[in-house]
């Protein structure tokens, strides 16, 4: 996380890390039990939260949406440090799944993922979009991983910005070389990287790819929706190569059910978006805009369950604020 009102893609890596950072953390993981883990986060999690003023701000302003959005009480400064240690939580938790320290027998039961995993073992691929809600991360390794005969055959190619977090990506490579062949950076998305996302889709492959970060690369190519009670801008880049591609189209969001803990089960809600583009194009503009308004409810209902887990820190309706 980076202490800046500025864009996420003007600001340093979003984890503020240094490689001492990123070592001590690996280190922890490889060596210590969780509860252990959790307990040395915590600390240094209170730390960074006392000196973090505008990501409390920005964590504050999320929180209330939620809250106002829910009927829940007027979250406090507690609340902040709950959503800001969550996410500390999510990246220990991806050295985990990466180091295959974690079971795919923790995974709760979910008739639509059940359904997205039989379409893809049959050969045939799906668009699934993601949020920074939870930790679809940890999805992708396990079903790389083969622990299980129910998801092992699962073949991930996730679309995301790697230059925005170099340092942390390296340390996930050092972690599983194996597991960063199918990342797509999305900063180099283009026609020959789009021939080659419908050739893994018709290889059966789940392209897995982010609707609510604005692309360092595309971010004019935005459109304002009503998020959580306020307007936002959400990039449309996700959304038009959902289009293009004609795959079946899903949403997807992995979360911890004990936001935490790194000793418990997870959920992954996977819903089939009612959109599809097959058929004439004359209409595709507006089918777009119809997939947004499914995606953009689907993250909002996630959010109202699990507010702790949703890791964007800056101001995400910043954009609305400079344009009214």
Same mark, same amino acid.
């Given at each position: 996380?980076?202490?800046?009102?500025?864009?996420?893609?003007?600001?340093?890596?979003?984890?503020?890390?240094?490689?001492?950072?990123?070592?001590?953390?690996?280190?922890?993981?490889?060596?210590?039990?969780?509860?252990?883990?959790?307990?040395?986060?915590?600390?240094?999690?209170?730390?960074?939260?006392?000196?973090?003023?505008?990501?409390?701000?920005?964590?504050?302003?999320?929180?209330?949406?939620?809250?106002?959005?829910?009927?829940?009480?007027?979250?406090?400064?507690?609340?902040?440090?709950?959503?800001?240690?969550?996410?500390?939580?999510?990246?220990?938790?991806?050295?985990?799944?990466?180091?295959?320290?974690?079971?795919?027998?923790?995974?709760?039961?979910?008739?639509?993922?059940?359904?997205?995993?039989?379409?893809?073992?049959?050969?045939?691929?799906?668009?699934?979009?993601?949020?920074?809600?939870?930790?679809?991360?940890?999805?992708?390794?396990?079903?790389?991983?083969?622990?299980?005969?129910?998801?092992?055959?699962?073949?991930?190619?996730?679309?995301?910005?790697?230059?925005?977090?170099?340092?942390?990506?390296?340390?996930?490579?050092?972690?599983?070389?194996?597991?960063?062949?199918?990342?797509?950076?999305?900063?180099?998305?283009?026609?020959?990287?789009?021939?080659?996302?419908?050739?893994?889709?018709?290889?059966?492959?789940? %392209?897995?790819? /982010?609707?609510?970060?604005? =692309?360092?690369?595309?971010? *004019? +190519?935005?459109?304002?929706? !009503?998020? #959580?009670? @306020?307007?936002?801008?959400?990039?449309?880049?996700?959304?038009?190569?959902?289009?293009?591609?004609?795959?079946?189209?899903?949403?997807?969001?992995?979360?911890?059910?004990?936001?935490?803990?790194?000793?418990?089960?997870?959920?992954?809600? %996977?819903?089939? /978006?009612?959109?599809?583009? =097959?058929?004439?194009?004359? *209409? +595709?503009?507006?089918?777009? !805009?119809? #997939?947004? @308004?499914?995606?953009?409810?689907?993250?909002?209902?996630?959010?109202?369950?699990?507010?702790?887990?949703?890791?964007?820190?800056?101001?995400?309706?910043?954009?609305?604020?400079?344009?009214?």
């Amino acid at each position: 996380m980076a202490d800046s009102q500025a864009n996420w893609y003007d600001q340093k890596e979003v984890s503020s890390g240094t490689s001492w950072t990123f070592t001590f953390m690996f280190l922890m993981v490889k060596y210590l039990p969780r509860p252990l883990i959790v307990a040395i986060s915590a600390t240094i999690c209170f730390f960074f939260f006392l000196g973090a003023k505008p990501v409390r701000k920005n964590s504050m302003t999320y929180l209330e949406k939620v809250a106002k959005a829910t009927g829940r009480k007027k979250p406090t400064a507690i609340d902040c440090y709950k959503h800001i240690f969550s996410f500390v939580l999510q990246m220990l938790e991806k050295m985990l799944s990466w180091m295959g320290r974690l079971n795919v027998s923790d995974l709760t039961k979910d008739a639509e993922r059940e359904e997205l995993r039989k379409q893809l073992t049959s050969g045939h691929g799906a668009i699934l979009l993601s949020s920074h809600l939870g930790n679809l991360d940890m999805f992708r390794s396990l079903g790389d991983s083969g622990n299980d005969a129910k998801i092992k055959d699962l073949r991930i190619c996730p679309i995301v910005d790697i230059d925005n977090s170099s340092r942390y990506n390296d340390l996930l490579r050092k972690l599983n070389p194996e597991l960063m062949d199918n990342i797509i950076n999305a900063n180099d998305i283009g026609v020959d990287s789009a021939i080659m996302i419908k050739d893994k889709i018709d290889k059966g492959y789940l %392209i897995v790819i /982010a609707g609510d970060r604005i =692309s360092a690369k595309n971010h *004019d +190519r935005t459109v304002r929706k !009503q998020f #959580l009670g @306020d307007w936002a801008e959400f990039p449309e880049g996700a959304f038009i190569l959902a289009s293009i591609i004609g795959a079946p189209i899903y949403f997807g969001a992995g979360t911890r059910c004990k936001n935490f803990s790194l000793n418990t089960k997870y959920e992954f809600t %996977i819903r089939k /978006a009612t959109t599809e583009f =097959s058929g004439s194009r004359k *209409d +595709r503009k507006q089918k777009i !805009q119809a #997939l947004m @308004d499914e995606y953009i409810a689907f993250v909002e209902e996630s959010c109202k369950k699990h507010p702790y887990q949703w890791y964007n820190f800056f101001d995400f309706w910043e954009e609305k604020e400079q344009k009214s």
